[in-house]
C-alpha cells in the first residue's frame, strides 16, 4: 500500500514495535547476557524467557505448578483438577474431547497470532458467533436463534428510521441525497418493504425456515410469526448484538489446533525444558545491590535458593502480594492494589453431537440470561463421535455462586439450566464434565484482575524495583488476554535487554 | 425441546424427510431392485447411485470428464484445464495449495452437512466474513474494514433513530417503554453517547486502532479520523450489510478439509469405482416400453450402449438439451428454457502469506465495487509458507468480461485491480495462478441457471419421461448449491424406489 498510499499500511503498522534481543547486540557493547530467574511459567514468564533466550540469556523459570502455561490450560482424559479446599476431580473425557479452561480465543490482530506462526502452532477458527446459536431470557417464550433475532430487529429499527427519515423528522441532520441513500440502505439491511407499505418489516428468509426450500415444489416455509415491535423490544435480544462489534470479539478469531496449550507447550519446548523447575513454589525475593535472590519450595518439600543478577516477576499480582520480598511498601501496597474477578467454566462431555446432528449448530456460543450466562459449542472435532460443549463460562457473582458448590452440584445446576434450552438429551446424553473455579485454583486464584486506576500502582509496578520486573496481561491495556501477557513480556524484555547494554 | 414444549425441536424439523431405500423393503414387497443409468457424476448423480445403492440397485453413471464432481472441482498443481477453444493451463500450486474452483461453502443447515457426517468428510469453518477484510468502492479514498465499516454505518443509524425516537417522531409507533428499550439498545449497538451529546456517534474502538492498546502506557489510538454521516452514506459500505444475513450466507459456513471435491471422492468410494464410467459422452437417450438405452463415446472414442430399466439424467440442462433423445418436444423445450449463468474464479498463489503477516487478515473475503467483484483469503493453512487468495470470483457480465480474455490478460486484469486494495506486493510476490471461466467449461458451460418461472417446464422435468427422471441443484429452490443437488437426488430417489415397489 506505501506505493499507493492507502490506509491499509497505515493499520497494519498498528502493533507495536518490538525488536527481539539478539548475540550480537552483545559484541558491538562488549557486554553480556546475565542470568535472570523468572517467577511463573504462565504466558509471560515463557514469553520473557523464550525472548530473552534469543540472545542467550541464562534463563531459569520458577513455576509452582506441575505444568507450564498458567490459567492458559488445557484439560483432557485423565487431568487432575484440586481446588484449594482439597477437593479433587478426575477428567474423564475421551482421547480427543478437551476443554480450554482458561483462555479460548484470539483476535487476528492480536501478537499471539504472530506467536503461534513464529513458534508453528497451528490455528482453526475458534466460532465466537453463529447465526445459527440461540439467544435465551427467561422473559422469552423459547430461545431464538441469532439469525432470527437479527432479523428481526434490523426489520424494525429500519422501518422504523425509514419512517422517520421519510417524514422529515431527521430533515436537519440529513440532505435529500443522504434521505435517499438512508432508506436504500434500509431497504437491504432490514429487508423492509417500499415507501407504499410503511417501510413495513413483515419477516422474511432471513429469520430461517421452518421447512427448509428443498427440491421441486419445496419452496420453503420461513419462519413464523413474526413477534411485534414491542415483543422484539421487550425481549431484550438487540443488547446481545454488539459483542461480536467488540475490537478483541469480532469473528474471525482463532485457536491453536488441539488445545490452547500448544501455545505453553512450544514455548517451553524452544525454551528447554530444563530451564523450567516445575512444582517449585516461590517463598522469597530478595533484591541485592549486585542481583537477586529467590527462595523457593521445591517438589519435594525442600527450600532451595537461585541467584540471578536478574529477576522478572510474572505471577499473579495477589499471589506475589503474599511473598515476602523486601521490595518496600510502596510496592507491596501497589501489588494489593488490582482486584480480584473470579470466572467459571464447565465442560460437559456428550456422547452424541447432537447440537449438530439435531440443531444444525457447529460452533458458536449462546447467549442467556441465566447464571451460565453462556454455552460454548466446539469449534472442532465437526462429525465426531463425541464432543464437549462448555455449560457455562461466566464470571463475578455467577462465577462465585458455582464454585461454592461442589463439582457434582455444579453440574446438577449447569444442565437443569442447560436444559430449558436444549431439551431432555442435555441431561440424558451427558457422559461426563469437569468444572474449574479459578479462585480456587492453587498459585492462581482468580480469573484476572481489574484496576481501580491505571496512576500509582499501575505504574510503579510498570518499572523495576531493583532488579525486580514484574509482568503479565495485569500491566497491559489488554487484561484477560494472552496479548497482554505478550506485550507485557517484550516490553520487560526489551526495558532489560536495554539496561544489560548500558550497564556492566 | 419435545418435553418442554419449546421451539427449537420445531425449528430442528426443518429438513425434508428421506428415508434412504433398503434391501428390505423389496422382501416385503416381492419385487427386486432395477437396473439404474445415471447420467453425469456430479453431486446430483452421485448421491443418486450411493442412496440407490444402498437398497442394492444396480447403479452405472456415465461421467463426460475425466473425474467425478462436475462443478464440485478442487484444483491442485498438476491439474489441467481446457477451455472450449482448446486452450490449456496446468496449475503449478505446491503441495497444500489448492483453489475450489466451484462451490466453496457450506452451510450449517445444509443437508450437504449431513452427508459429510455420513461419508466420514471433515469439515471446517469456512471464512464467509470477516471483520479485518476489507470493503472497497472506487469512490472511496481508500479501502475501509468491515469492522470499521460497521462501526461508522450502526453508529449513525444509532445516532439517527434515538434522537427521532427521543423527538416523538415514532410516538404514534412506540409507546413510552417501547422508546425507553429502543433508545438503551441503540445506545450499545451504535455505542453513541447518551442525550445530553444528542446521542453523537464520534467513533471509538470497534472501528480498530491505529496503534493497538498494549503493555504499562500503551492504551491504545483508535482509528480516525471518524468519517461525516454524508460520507459514511455516500461510500455505500452498508450496503454490504445484508450479505451475511441471508439464510445461506450467514457465518458459520463450513468446508471440508482439503478441499471440496472430498465429498464426490467419498461418494464415488462408496459407490465404487468400477461403476463410474469417466470419459463417457452421452451421446443418445432413447425411452422404450420396457426401459431405456444410452448410447455414448467412451474415452477411446468408441460408441458403447447401455440398457437399463430407469435413467436418471443428472446433467445440466442446457447439455441435455442438445442431446439426442426421443423423449418429445415438450421436454426438449423444458430443457431449452433456464438461462445460464456464467461465473469465474482465479487462484493466485503467494509466496507469502502477506494477508495474514502485514494486515492480519486471517480468511474472510474483501468486498469491492470492481469488476473482480470479491477477494477471498484461504480458509485454511494459517500461517504456513504460501497460500492461495481468490483473486476474482464474479458472475454475470463481470465473469464474461474475464472469460473473454485469455489466462495471462485475466491475471493482470485481476492483479491490476488487487493492487488497489492490497499494493504493489499484489503483483510481486504472485508466483503462480490458474483461471476458471464456467461457460467454457467442456460439458459443463456455465455455472448455474436460472427458471424464468417454476411453472411449466420446471414442473414438467420434476417427473420423469417415459424411464427417464431428470436431477439437479436445477430442479431445486436451492440453484448453485450442492444441497440443492442433493435434495433433488433424494427426492427422485425417493419415487424412483416407489415405483420400482409398486410396478413389477
Known amino acids: 500500500m506505501g506505493a499507493l498510499g492507502l490506509a491499509p499500511s497505515a493499520e497494519a503498522s498498528a502493533k507495536a514495535a518490538f525488536e527481539p534481543p539478539e548475540p550480537s547486540h552483545f559484541s558491538l557493547t562488549g557486554r553480556s547476557a546475565k542470568k535472570v530467574v523468572i517467577l511463573g511459567a504462565g504466558v509471560a514468564g515463557l514469553a520473557t524467557a523464550y525472548e530473552l533466550g534469543k540472545a542467550g540469556y541464562d534463563c531459569t523459570i520458577l513455576e509452582a505448578l506441575d505444568r507450564v502455561g498458567g490459567r492458559n490450560w488445557t484439560i483432557r482424559g485423565g487431568d487432575r483438577l484440586t481446588e484449594l479446599d482439597g477437593s479433587t476431580q478426575v477428567a474423564r473425557f475421551r482421547e480427543g474431547v478437551y476443554m480450554n479452561a482458561g483462555p479460548a480465543r484470539l483476535a487476528q490482530w492480536m501478537v499471539t497470532m504472530d506467536y503461534c506462526r513464529e513458534l508453528g502452532v497451528d490455528l482453526e477458527v475458534f466460532t ?41 423528522a431527521l430533515d436537519a441532520a440529513l440532505t435529500t441525497q443522504d434521505k435517499e441513500r438512508l432508506i436504500a440502505f434500509l431497504s437491504g439491511f432490514g429487508s423492509v418493504g417500499n415507501r407504499a407499505s410503511g417501510f413495513a418489516y413483515t419477516g422474511g428468509s432471513r429469520r430461517g425456515y421452518s421447512v427448509d426450500p428443498g427440491a421441486g415444489e419445496q419452496t420453503g416455509t420461513p419462519l413464523g410469526p413474526v413477534p411485534s415491535l414491542s415483543e ?13 462489534f467488540g475490537y478483541d470479539q469480532a469473528m474471525l478469531m482463532f485457536q491453536p489446533v488441539g488445545g490452547m496449550d500448544a501455545i505453553p507447550r512450544a514455548f517451553a519446548a524452544k525454551i528447554g525444558r530444563q530451564r523450567i523447575r516445575l512444582g517449585s513454589v516461590v517463598t522469597k525475593i530478595t533484591d541485592w545491590a549486585d542481583g537477586v535472590e529467590v527462595e523457593y519450595r521445591d517438589g519435594r518439600g525442600r527450600t532451595q535458593k537461585i541467584r540471578a543478577d536478574l529477576c522478572v516477576a510474572a505471577m499473579p499480582p495477589h499471589i506475589l502480594a503474599r511473598t515476602p520480598h523486601n521490595l518496600g511498601a510502596e510496592v507491596q501496597a501497589a501489588l494489593s492494589t488490582p482486584n480480584v474477578t473470579n470466572s467459571g467454566k464447565i465442560g460437559l462431555e456428550y456422547r452424541r453431537r447432537w447440537w449438530e446432528i439435531d440443531e444444525d449448530i457447529y460452533g458458536g456460543i449462546t447467549s442467556t440470561d441465566l447464571d451460565l450466562a453462556t454455552i460454548w459449542y466446539p469449534s472442532h472435532g465437526y462429525g465426531a463421535a463425541r464432543g464437549l460443549v462448555v455449560g457455562y463460562y461466566n464470571f463475578g457473582a455467577q462465577a462465585d455462586a458455582y ?23 442435555y441431561r440424558d446424553e451427558l457422559v461426563s464434565s469437569v468444572s474449574v473455579a479459578w479462585k480456587l485454583q492453587p498459585h492462581i486464584e482468580g480469573a484476572w484482575v481489574g484496576w481501580p486506576s491505571r496512576q500509582g500502582a499501575y505504574q510503579l509496578l510498570n518499572s523495576p524495583a531493583g532488579h525486580v520486573y514484574f509482568a503479565g496481561d495485569w500491566l497491559s491495556h489488554m487484561i484477560a488476554w494472552q496479548s497482554g501477557a505478550l506485550e507485557s513480556a517484550r516490553k520487560v524484555v526489551t526495558e532489560l535487554h536495554q539496561r544489560t547494554l548500558s550497564t556492566a
Chains 1, 2 share one sequence.
Open 403 to 425: 464454585a461454592a458448590l461442589k463439582h457434582a452440584d455444579r453440574e446438577r445446576r449447569a444442565v437443569e439450566q442447560g436444559m430449558r434450552i436444549h431439551g431432555a438429551k
Open 232 to 244: 422484539v423490544l421487550s425481549s431484550g435480544v438487540g443488547q446481545r448484538f454488539s459483542f461480536e
Open 128 to 168: 465466537n458467533s453463529n447465526a445459527q446459536a440461540y439467544i435465551y431470557h427467561q422473559s422469552m417464550p423459547a430461545p431464538v436463534r441469532w439469525r432470527t433475532a437479527k432479523a428481526d430487529v434490523y426489520g424494525y429499527v429500519s422501518e422504523l428510521l425509514s419512517r422517520a427519515t421519510d417524514a422529515g
